[in-house]
């Protein structure tokens, strides 16, 4: 008979089932293979927090070797950054050539919102590259970007210097936000941290001016992975709860790589007065899928998987005589493939316009 502590003691059918979704996790987040999972969680007793930081800590500076010099290392990143860098080609300048919007086009605010993976060093330059390409092609007025990594940002402060950058982190992978410089003016910004996160997700929060209108943007990278549900669920309430609470007279915008899957959203539920914007725009079912295994094969997946992780919310202003955004266009960017043969991110960017009534 088993003595009454042996009970206590998991099978090592079930530490291995835990250890291999421990593996699949891992992979998952940083974009590696299984063997590379179990070496870092294995290093690291199998705690995935430890073992995520310690990936992070690899040098990542390389990927940009033709951006950096020997003695020219990034200093320590700032917030905001209003100065570009010294050396600077823009990649995103307008052309002279370019066809002057309209009236109506000119007060539309355009938001881009993409996963870049930039955890994914393989052709990392020329995705950053094909990234600027799509921001001269759609000159969008706000951008959120996720899996942002300091090589990655110090490239777009040197190739696309018409836009403002607000960084969500310095150091491992995070957050930011680009403002088109000639139209959106930057006012203040914030760091909201998720108090049990595992994988150092926050909320970054930018409050702009545009066309003189108050909007409070707001981006993030949800927990990621099947098994954790319940706090991606709990990062969403704090999303909704901050534009809930936003002032009357403010248009609220949120986007990011959510991860979110539909019963997830249901059980939190949406504040009143505030959308899901594909949703609203009649669920169009060539928008439908932002993560796309089928088609995209950046990774290298045995299965198919298609799911809508990208996400837009919306909370125009409340107060009479505001002008109130709402959204009239949506599609998705990012589906050709580059010169390497690879996509700018294993995500599809989203990209949307809204007009103000």
């Known amino acids: ?28 987040i940083t974009g ?9 969680l294995a290093e690291n007793d199998w705690q995935m927090e430890r073992a995520l930081n310690s990936f992070f800590e690899a040098d990542m500076e390389r990927v940009f070797e033709e951006d950096f010099e020997e003695n020219d290392t990034p200093k320590k990143k700032q917030k905001v950054e209003k100065t570009p860098p010294e050396d600077c080609i823009d990649l995103t300048k307008d052309s002279p050539a370019a066809q002057k919007p309209t009236d109506e086009d000119d007060n539309k605010l355009s938001l881009m919102s993409w996963n870049v993976d930039g955890l994914d060093s393989d052709n990392l330059q020329e995705r950053a590259r094909g990234l600027c390409s799509f921001l001269v092609l759609y000159t969008p007025d706000v951008v959120f970007l996720q899996e942002l990594i300091p090589p990655y940002v110090h490239y777009l402060k040197k190739r696309a210097v018409s836009y403002l950058i607000i960084e969500g982190g310095e150091d491992e992978y995070f957050t930011g936000i680009m403002l088109k410089k000639s139209r959106v003016k930057f006012l203040e910004c914030e760091i909201v941290t998720y108090p049990t996160t595992q994988m150092m997700r926050n909320l970054l929060v930018a409050q ?29 309430q704090l999303v909704m ?57 950046n990774k290298s997946f ?12 919306l909370r125009p202003a409340t107060k009479e005589g505001v002008p109130r955004l ?15 043969g690879r996509f700018i991110s294993d995500h599809w960017g989203v990209y949307c316009s809204f007009p103000a009534e």
């Open 302 to 313: 045995s299965f198919v998987s298609r799911c809508r992780f990208d996400r837009i919310f």
């Open 241 to 297: 709860q901050r534009m809930k609470e936003a002032p009357e007279d403010v248009n609220v915008l949120f986007g990011g790589d959510t991860n979110l899957r539909d019963t997830e959203v249901a059980k939190v539920g949406l504040p009143s007065g505030v959308c899901d914007v594909w949703e609203r725009l009649g669920r169009q079912e060539h928008c439908r899928y932002t993560w796309d295994t089928k088609t995209n094969n």
């Open 326 to 340: 709402y959204p009239d266009h949506m599609a998705l960017v990012g589906l050709e493939k580059l010169d390497c």
């Open 1 to 28: 008979m088993a003595s009454s502590s042996d009970t206590h003691q998991p099978s090592v059918s079930d530490v291995e089932k835990d250890r291999t979704r421990l593996c699949e996790e891992f992979a998952s």
């Open 32 to 40: 590696n293979h299984s063997d590379v999972a179990q070496c870092y």
């Open 208 to 236: 702009v001016t545009f066309k003189g209108q108050k909007l409070c943007l707001m981006t993030s990278h949800l927990e990621s992975c099947k098994g954790y549900a319940g706090e991606r669920m709990k990062q969403l």
